[in-house]
């Protein structure tokens, strides 16, 4: 059974920095892609960043280029999203979802973790 | 960025009802198109891939067409687990987008 596991997140200033993290469990998470997608509270949908399973090309939405970085550990079976220069407009609950079925990046997703909550306040 | 517009954006409607939800593309993405189904509190669930391809495991009631710009999710016959928020999503460029969704809720 496929199990994505998201953690890391919280209550933190503007400004400040956060990493979230997504344990992955029940397939071959070398071989996939993987993605961080993003919900603001009460609305819908935003993809944030990707990263391919073939080579590790990363890949960012203009909203968060320069300020989050996506990176995957594939001995821990673990994808990461480090977050700085956070700002007030970035508080969202972070799914970790995975590429559909190993295709390359652009990809749907098959399987998304429960979420975790950042909240970017003073 | 290509913009996925999605209409009805609330859609009220009785258990059995045909439904209907359009999403369109401001430029044209093939067949790379993707819905899911969200619950509140809970995360996206994949229902289709490829505008047409229903995902393992999800009711025959759904199902999807279109190419180009313009895509239709129908589910047949509408079931009390079916009410629900329902997102487009394209994945024809590196900038994936979503629909701002839909709301399927109880007529």
């Known amino acids: 059974e496929v199990q994505l596991l998201e953690s890391g997140g919280g209550l933190v200033q503007p400004g400040g920095s956060l990493r979230l993290s997504c344990a992955a469990s029940?397939?071959?998470?070398?071989?996939?892609?993987m993605s961080w997608v993003r919900q603001a509270p009460g609305k819908g949908l935003e993809w944030v960043s990707a990263?391919?399973?073939?080579?590790?090309?990363?890949y960012y939405a203009d909203s968060v280029k320069g300020r989050f970085t996506i990176s995957r550990d594939n001995s821990k079976n673990t994808l990461y999203l480090q977050m700085n220069s956070l700002r007030a407009e970035d508080t969202a609950v972070y799914y970790c979802?995975?590429?559909?079925?190993?295709?390359?990046?652009?990809?749907?997703?098959?399987?998304w973790g429960q979420g975790t909550l950042v909240t970017v306040s003073s | 960025d290509i913009q996925m517009t999605q209409s009805p954006s609330t859609l009220s409607a009785s258990v059995g009802d045909r439904v209907t939800i359009t999403c369109r593309a401001s430029?044209?993405?093939?067949?790379?198109l993707a819905w899911y189904q969200q619950k509140p509190g809970k995360a996206p669930k994949f229902l289709i891939y490829?505008?047409?391809s229903l995902e393992s495991g999800v009711p025959s009631r759904f199902s999807g067409s279109g190419s180009g710009t313009e895509f239709t999710l129908t589910i047949s016959s509408l079931q009390p687990d079916d009410f629900a928020t329902y997102y487009c999503?394209?994945?024809?460029?590196?900038?994936?987008?979503f629909g701002g969704g839909t709301k399927v809720e109880i007529k």
């Open positions: 979802a995975s590429g559909y079925s190993g295709y390359d990046f652009p990809f749907p997703f098959d399987y």
């Open positions: 029940g397939f071959t998470f070398s071989t996939y892609g």
């Open positions: 990263i391919s399973g073939s080579d590790g090309s990363t």
């Open positions: 430029q044209s993405i093939s067949t790379w």
């Open positions: 490829k505008a047409s």
């Open positions: 999503q394209q994945y024809n460029s590196y900038f994936l987008t």
